[in-house]
C-alpha cells in the first residue's frame, strides 16, 4: 500500500461534493452560458460526461483524438525473466551435449527464488470525439488496456534443478514456476449529450449512452513460453462481454469556482475469466473542483470508488492536484501531482505542455514521471475540419 497520504481523504471529499451540490437549490450567482472558464475540451468527456460546454455557436466540425501509455516495472521483472530464461536455455543447451554437472543450477535457482511475487504492469489506450452540426450531441468512443503480471515461484523448482543436474539431462518445460497475468481491455463507442434544466442554470446534466466490450484476460505463462511471438490467444485465454452502459455527470458553477461528480458505468455486470478468475464490474464514481483567475486555474480530481481491478490487477484509487498556467496568449504550462493508493503503485508528478488557438483548435502533450522504471505520457490533439 502506498504510504503517502493525500491531501484530501475520501471522507473530505464526500463532504466537500455534499455540500457543493446543496448550491444546487440555492439561488444562482453565475450563469453558465457565460463561458469565460468553459473547458473546451473535447477530451474532458471521455472522464467527464457534462464538461464540454453546451453552447452552439461553434461553427466548424471538430475532431479530437489522444493516447497514452504507462509502465511500471520497478519489480524488474522484465529483466529478470529475461535472464531467467537465458540462463535455463543455456544450461538446457548444456545438458545436450552432457556438459552439466552438480551445482551448474545453483545460480538459476537463485534467479527464480528472487524474482518471487515481483510484479510489473502496463496501460495504454486512446479516444476520440466528434463534434459535428448537431453539437447538443457528440460522438465518442476509446479503448483503454490495463494490464499487470506476478512472477509465482514454485519451491519445487529447486528440486527439479538439482535432479536434472545429476542426471545430466534438463528442460526448460520442467520448471513449473510462471507469470500470472491478468489484464481488462474495455472499447467503447457512444454518443454524449449534455444539458441544463430550466431553474437551474448554473448546473449542466450530461449522459454518455455507449455500446462497450469488456475484454477479461488472463494467463498463467510459463518460463518456456517466454519468447512466444503470441503470448494470448484469443479464443484461449480472452473471454468478451459486450453490453450497453452508459455515463452520467453533473457540473454545477459559482463564481469562478465549478464543482463536478461523476459515474462511469452505471450497468454492472460480473465476467469469468479463462482461468476461472471472477471480474466484477462496478460504478466509478469521481469528483472535481475547479477554480479559474486571471492568473490561471487550480484543479483537484478524487476517485470517490476504486477503480475494480481483476486477478493480478489491483484496484486503485486515484487523488489528482493540478494548475494550469498561462504563458502566452497560446500556451498554458500544466504541472501536477497524483497521489494513488494502490498495492504496486508509486505517486506521480506531471508535468504538460497546452497549445490553443481560437475556440476549438487544442494541442496538449503530459508526462508523468516516478522513477527510470516507473513512467509514462500522453498526448492529445482537437482540430476543426
Known amino acids: 500500500m502506498n504510504s503517502h497520504l493525500p491531501i484530501f481523504t475520501p471522507r473530505q471529499v464526500t463532504q466537500l461534493l455534499f455540500t457543493g451540490l446543496v448550491y444546487l437549490s440555492a439561488p444562482a450567482i453565475a450563469d453558465t452560458t457565460d463561458d469565460t472558464y468553459a473547458d473546451k475540451r473535447l477530451s474532458t468527456l471521455h472522464s467527464r460526461s ?19 501509455a504507462f509502465l511500471n516495472d520497478n519489480d524488474r521483472l522484465l529483466d529478470n525473466l529475461k535472464s531467467i530464461y537465458d540462463e535455463g536455455a543455456a544450461l538446457e543447451g548444456r545438458s545436450r551435449g552432457i556438459l552439466v554437472i552438480p551445482g551448474d543450477e545453483v545460480v538459476l535457482v537463485e534467479q527464480l527464488r528472487n524474482a518471487a511475487d515481483d510484479k510489473t504492469s502496463f496501460s495504454a489506450g486512446g479516444h476520440f470525439a466528434l463534434l459535428t452540426q448537431n453539437k447538443d450531441w457528440i460522438v465518442v468512443g476509446g479503448s483503454e488496456f490495463n494490464g499487470s503480471g506476478r512472477f509465482i515461484y514454485d519451491e519445487a523448482d529447486a528440486t527439479r534443478l538439482r535432479f536434472a543436474t545429476v542426471l545430466g539431462l534438463f528442460n526448460l518445460g520442467e520448471l513449473q514456476s510462471s507469470v500470472d497475468v491478468s ?3 474495455t472499447n467503447y463507442l457512444g454518443i454524449n449529450h449534455r444539458f441544463t434544466i430550466d431553474g437551474m442554470p448554473n448546473t449542466q446534466f450530461g449522459v454518455t449512452a455507449k455500446l462497450q466490450n469488456i475484454s477479461v484476460i488472463e494467463r498463467s505463462i510459463s518460463i518456456a513460453e517466454y519468447d512466444e511471438d503470441k503470448l494470448f490467444d484469443r479464443g484461449r485465454d480472452v473471454e468478451d462481454n459486450i453490453q450497453l452502459n452508459a455515463d452520467i455527470g453533473i457540473e454545477h458553477q459559482v463564481d469562478n469556482w465549478i464543482l463536478g461528480l461523476d ?15 471472477r471480474y ?3 460504478s466509478h464514481v469521481s469528483s472535481n473542483l475547479n ?19 481483476f486477478g493480478e490487477l489491483s484496484s486503485r484509487k486515484a487523488y489528482q492536484l493540478s494548475t494550469l498556467l498561462p504563458v502566452s496568449n497560446r500556451v498554458d504550462v500544466l504541472l501536477g501531482y497524483v497521489w494513488l493508493d ?16 481560437g475556440e476549438l483548435l487544442r494541442i496538449e502533450a503530459q508526462f508523468s514521471y516516478a522513477g527510470p522504471r516507473e513512467f509514462g505520457g500522453g498526448a492529445s490533439l482537437q482540430l476543426p475540419l
Open 50 to 68: 457534462a464538461a464540454f460546454p453546451t453552447e452552439n455557436h461553434y461553427s466548424d466540425t471538430t475532431l479530437q483524438g489522444d493516447g497514452y
Open 183 to 185: 489484464a481488462l481491455w
Open 263 to 277: 459515474i462511469e458505468d452505471i450497468y454492472q455486470q460480473a465476467v469469468k475469466g479463462a482461468e476461472g478468475t
Open 280 to 282: 466484477q464490474q462496478r
Open 291 to 309: 477554480y479559474s483567475g486571471g492568473w490561471g486555474s487550480l484543479r483537484l480530481d478524487a476517485d470517490i470508488t476504486p477503480k475494480k481491478g
Open 342 to 357: 494502490s498495492d504496486n503503485d508509486s505517486d506521480l508528478p506531471t508535468v504538460g505542455l497546452r497549445y490553443r488557438l
